[in-house]
């Protein structure tokens, strides 16, 4: 089976801080995918990849940034964390952009700005 | 853009009880995935339909997608407590379209 990994399960930063979601899968997947959940706004994508070293903006990057420079991890990074950002953060990955695969998720990192 | 609506947003049913939830695009879709969330967990790949009218079950989960594929359906027969949840539906809207756009899904609890 195909694992997404998330590097913390929960983290509690400070407003200001920069901060940095690892996710690591292990398939040869060739896209990415960062969401955030949010009780009663369901699923939103904040930034997806589909290739080494690119990225594409999703319905809500303001505040992030991401990074893949191996195929395998995809990295979000809060510049300066705030507290509306506090938020359950899902890491997805799928084989191609052939749209005959479904999208597996880590198990998430719930963040908590204070 | 892309909308996919997703109603009820909550269904409590007894266990034994049928239950559905239905989702609505507005705008044609290439193919239309479903996925499952545990309460506390992470969504969870179900099936995916791709064809005009297609119709697949699991077991005692029934899905449909609509003849002019903006609409999709997903019945589950008898519930039971393993079925408890969030059920999201999601699509994609065309060739070439990378963003797969969720539903904000329905919550089911089964009472035992």
């Known amino acids: 089976d195909v694992k997404v990994t998330q590097s913390s399960r929960y983290l509690v930063k400070r407003t200001g801080e920069k901060v940095f979601l690892e996710c690591v899968q292990d398939?040869?997947?060739?896209?990415m995918f960062w969401y955030r959940q949010d009780p009663g706004l369901g699923l939103r994508l904040i930034y997806f990849?589909?290739?080494?070293?690119?990225?594409e903006k999703g319905d809500i990057p303001e505040g992030y940034s991401v990074s893949r420079e191996k195929k395998e991890r995809f990295s979000l990074i809060l510049e300066s964390a705030s507290t509306n950002q506090t938020s359950m953060y899902l890491c997805?990955?799928?084989?191609?952009?052939?749209?005959?695969?479904?999208?597996?998720f880590g198990s998430g990192t719930r963040l908590t700005v204070v | 853009g892309q909308q996919v609506m997703q109603i009820p947003q909550y269904q409590h049913v007894q266990e034994g009880e049928d239950f559905t939830t239905y989702c609505n695009s507005s705008?044609?879709?290439?193919?239309i995935q479903w996925y499952k969330q545990r309460p506390g967990g992470h969504p969870v790949f179900l099936i995916q339909l791709v064809k005009s009218g297609e119709v697949k079950k699991q077991k005692r989960l029934t899905f449909q997608f609509g003849e002019a594929k903006k609409n999709s359906s997903l019945h589950i027969t008898a519930t039971q407590t393993t079925d408890v949840g969030t059920y999201f539906c999601a699509g994609h809207s065309g060739a070439g379209s990378y963003q797969l756009t969720f539903g904000k899904g329905t919550k089911l609890s089964v009472i035992p």
């Open positions: 990849s589909y290739d080494v070293k690119m990225k």
């Open positions: 997805a990955s799928s084989l191609s952009w052939q749209a005959n695969y479904g999208y597996t």
């Open positions: 705008t044609t879709l290439s193919n």
């Open positions: 398939m040869d997947h060739e896209n």
